[in-house]
């Protein structure tokens, strides 16, 4: 089977399902957002066939950027919004008959 011989449609298709499997094995999703990019390329290209592969390059780029500079941002806000699950006090897991009230600082 030759792979260049596929429209270029289905060559996209197969970039975004590589870089899907790939976003899955890793902790980031830096390859989600450029799977996604392919995937709006593949249907780009399959609505405008003919395109040159230098714009679809474009295309793939700037909206896998887009998406991946999407997700930081919303990603950053989350935790901003979100208590950080390091900030523990212990003396909140016991119940009050067993605190001791704090001393006093004179």
Known sequence: MDLFALPDWVIWGLIGAVLLGA???????VALGFAIGAVVTGLITWMFPGLHIFVQALIWAAVGLAVWLGFARWHKLRRKTQRDINDFDSLDSLPRSDRRPPKDQD
Do not use: G, S
């Open 23 to 29: 976003e899955m094995l890793t902790t980031a999703y």
